[in-house]
Every structure is written in C-alpha cells, then in structure tokens.
C-alpha cells in the first residue's frame, strides 16, 4: 500500500515529485502491534521506517512506534517496552484486570516484533550507529538494552530525562513521590494488598536485573544537528518539554528541503498527549506551529500525523475546551479527582472506585494552570484531600490570561502544587 503526504506548498521544479511517501511492508496484528512502514523522502537519499510494538491501549497510550531514520548514518528513535513490563506496569502494579490475548502473549512479544521489523527494512540492530530516546518514560526506552547489547550504537537522550533513564530505582521513585500527591487529588489508592505484602514486594525487587536503566552516552543540552560519529547529520534535534521535561523531536531532512519530524509523544492522534506541565506543553505548540517544510509527522503512538498545523490547532483547542469544562465543574468545590472522574471529562468512562495516574494527573494540569492565573483557588483540604473552587471572573478572561502567559516563552511553572 502506498501513501503520499503533500499538504505544503513545494519547492521544486515543476512537475517533480516532491512528496513523502509511505509504503506498508507489513500490516499491523490483531493486537494492533506489528506494523512495519517505510517513508521515501523527497532527497533520494532518505528513508524512515516505522516499527510498531506492543503497548497496551485502553488503560495504556497503545503500540509504541519506533523509528528507523536511513542516511549517511541509522539511528533508532525509541526502543519500546519489553512485553512482561508492560504487563506489570500497565495491568499488575495498577490492580487492572488483563485482557485474555493480552495474558497469553509471549514475554519477547515486543523484542521479535522490534527484531523483526529490522530485518524487514534489510538491516540488523548491529547496524544501527545511535539509538536517540524521545524521552524517558518506561514505553520509550526499556527496550535500549537489546539495541547497546547488540550494536555498538551509542544512547542520546535529553539530560532532564536522564534521573529516569539512568537510575534503576527511577521508576519506582517517580512511582512511590508521587503517592502523597495522588492521595491529595482524592485519587483511590493503586495497591490493593496489604501494606506487609507491598513491602516486601519491594524489598524482593532486584531492579538491576529488570533491565529498568540505560546508559546515556551523549546527553542532549540543546538544540541543533544530531551528531553521529562526530560529524553532524540531515537530523536536527528539537527540545519541546511539556509531555515530559526532556521531550525531544526530532527534523528529518535536508535544509531547504521537504520534512518530516518524529516528535515521540509530543502530538498524537487520535488520542491526545497527557501533559506533564501544561503551560510547557501549550509553549511547545506555540514552538511546532512555526516550523515550515514539515510535510508528514511520525509520533510515537497512534496514525501518522498529515498536517502538523492542524493537529497543532486541535490541541490547542482540545485544551482550552478542558480548561473551560474544568473550570465549569469547580462551580462548586471540587477535588482533582472529582474533576477527573465527572461525565463527559473523558471520552472513556473512568470508574472513581480504580487507580487511574493519567486521569488524574490530566485534570490535576488543568486545575494548577487554572490555579496560575487566579481562576481556581483551594478552599478547603478534608482528611488530606484538597478541593478548589472557581474564582468570580468569566472564563475567556481567565483564558486571556492563559494566552498571555503562554505567549512568553520565558514564563514557566515555579509552584507546581
């Protein structure tokens, strides 16, 4: 199957072809997963392959897409997840029930299908020259030690994401700080069991031999070319915070010429990415909406993205909609999980009685930027869980207040909560 991208305007000579185009290789499984494509561009010389891996959906973002950039070098973007962490993190350790094809596939699931979609492509992991991970987050990059094992690709990846990536206790650190905050959103709890039970759970976790970490060998500070072996490719790395503080995507391509840009979770469709800092996040859209030439957009879950200032546009809205309904809830003093767990918040049902992180870190964004500018302010704080209560003023001028905040890039977050 073959598909083209050309939404802009081009450069080049009259009647030439100047679009990139995508070729299935193979067609994704049932689980969703498995997916092999190779994006041709313009240059001659350029090529993109996607390889798509298992991540659970539903209660996970879906199969993780990795990328396979072929020029003067290759370079990987993003490893995955092995197949029995997804299930611990996205189904055991969050006390949710897995799904019949999800419990009977193999632990390897995702190593052969990260395996298999290189060797479609005619090359093998020794090839690989660098592995760039878009950020840190467990989908993206605990599948690294397969790719270093079996290359000698050296790791980059943003300095900020490097407490997660580096440390094998950085999961379970992130996992266990962010307790005291879950509860204060009146969040129920994640563990079912006891607390003696937990307890050694975690005194029994040998996390070295997990795989939780990975060496960063050329950590990322700014922005510019990537540089392979020493020397500088068609590859510019972008840092665009928001999702996660080192979210990095990256241009790919040459200068004057047509596209593309893999921006790991930075923009996704058709679901939306789940914002770290929202304020962050909307300055990096403000940042994605200047780029010109950037003619197809290769995200690391869900459908290639055709027209990035239109997907730009949906985020940008698809926010001010959730601020506006949050800021309508807490008509009446509302905690961040009262928000979260309202009719309508969510296009899927989110069931109060269950653990649910993005739920409740999504409401909790919009309720501290909401916070920022004088529109929620906390009126009470009941057996440690804390409820707000919208201010006097109208909402478009609290969102005028957003969009101005937004506009100064040097405007950031300093009291989260």
Known sequence: MLRSFNHYRFKGEPGLDMSIHEVVLKPASEIGSGKVSRFDLPDGKTRIYGISTFCPDLIGPGPTNLYLIENESLVLVDAGIPTHLAKAFFYQ???????EEVEALAPDHSERELLEGIKLTGRSLSDIDKLVISHGHPDHFLMARIVVEHSSATVAAHVLE??????????LNMWLSRQSQMTATGMPKAWAGNESARDELYRGLDLNSLGLTVGIDSPLFKEGPLEVEGCDTDIEIKHLPGH???????????????????????LLDPITPHPDDLLVYLQSLEKLDVLEDIQVVLPAHGGVIADLKERVAFLRQHHKNRLKLTYEICSEPRSVWDVATTKGYFETYVNPAKFNYLAGTEALVHMELLRMVDGLERCRIVDGVHYFKKSEYGFEEIYGRITE???DAENKTIMRY
């Open 93 to 99: 350790w969050r006390n949710q029930p897995m799904p």
């Open 162 to 171: 490097s407490p997660q990536m580096c440390n094998p206790w950085g999961i």
């Open 244 to 266: 996660s503080p080192g979210s990095v995507g990256l241009i790919v391509g040459p200068v004057g010429g047509e596209k593309a840009l893999v921006c790991g979770d930075v």
């Open 405 to 407: 905040i937004v506009s």
